[in-house]
C-alpha cells in the first residue's frame, strides 16, 4: 500500500489550502481515512478521519477545516480554510486496511 500527498505549501494565516492524498495496492479496500499533523517540537495528532459510518475532527480544527473522500479514486482531501499560525505542521495522509497506513508527509506553514 502506497499513499501519496500533495498540496502542502507556504500561505499567510487566513488563507486556504486544499491537501489531497491518493492511496493504491489495497487488497481488501480501505476503511477509514484521515489527517494528522505534527507541530514543529510537538508530538502527532489526529485532525480528521472519515469512514463509512463517521467524520470526525479535532477540536483544533472543528469548523475551520473540512475532510472528504473520493472512494472510486481513493483519494481523501483536507480543505483547510481560516488558517492560523499554529496550524504549521507537516501533515501526514493515512489510509485503514487491516492495518493503518501512511502517507510521507507534506509541509504546511502559516504565516502572520
Known amino acids: 500500500v502506497q499513499l501519496q500527498a500533495s498540496g502542502g505549501g507556504s500561505v499567510q494565516a487566513g488563507g486556504s489550502l486544499r491537501l489531497s492524498c491518493a492511496a493504491s495496492?489495497?487488497?481488501?479496500?480501505?476503511?477509514?481515512m484521515g489527517w494528522s499533523r505534527q507541530p514543529p517540537g510537538m508530538d502527532r495528532e489526529l485532525i480528521a478521519y472519515v469512514s463509512d459510518e463517521v467524520t470526525t475532527y479535532a477540536d483544533s480544527v472543528k469548523g475551520r477545516f473540512t475532510i472528504s473522500r473520493d472512494n472510486a479514486e481513493n483519494t481523501v482531501f483536507l480543505q483547510m480554510n481560516s488558517l492560523k499560525r499554529e496550524d504549521t505542521a507537516i501533515y501526514y495522509c493515512f489510509a485503514e486496511e487491516t492495518q493503518r497506513y501512511w502517507g510521507q508527509g507534506t509541509q504546511v506553514t502559516v504565516s502572520s
Open positions: 495496492g489495497s487488497i481488501y479496500g480501505f476503511n477509514g
